[in-house]
């Protein structure tokens, strides 16, 4: 009994401990992108119920512990994630916001080069990253995780948002119910 509870703290230390080492290097391998005032403009834009700066670091967080586990090139992988959605809703005239589902990943790719080095890869991962919807190809590894978590990512962001914009609706409605009753 007390070895399992000795076993399960340690447990709980060992992945505090790898967390807090990993989110060290994640911001160390980010830490321009993060302070570039331009970037840090995404937390006032809203994106599947959370800002885009949120969604982006929880596309570039992921994507950093799948390409590290599998070996792939975590580094470059994780600041082409993080920019991914590096677009203002600025950047598009009023005529042309119907098109940002199809055209964001090419003007967070103009973005992303105008502030940071991007090599091939890294624009392969920003162009191609709503495939198949846009249909570029996602021509590398890191690009394929890239995709296949954005939209993950983007699920569980938008069943979050609905779910807690649902709970709020009810609570007023009780809310109502209960005053209207007294
Ligand atoms: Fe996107
Ligand atoms: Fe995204």
Known sequence: ?????????????????????NNDEFFKINQDILNNEKFRKLDCELHHGITRFGHSQRVAKCTFRICKKLHLDYEKATRAALLHDFYLDEDFTIEKQRQILSAHPNVALINAKHYFEINDMQANIIKAHMFPLNGVLPKYKESWVVTFVDKGVALYEMYRFKA???????????????TLNR
């Open 164 to 178: 807690s914009l649902a709970i709020n609706v009810l609570m007023i409605f009780v809310f109502n119910m209960i």
């Open 1 to 21: 009994m007390r070895y399992n509870i000795f076993y399960d703290i340690m447990t709980k230390l060992w992945v505090i401990y790898m967390s807090l080492k």
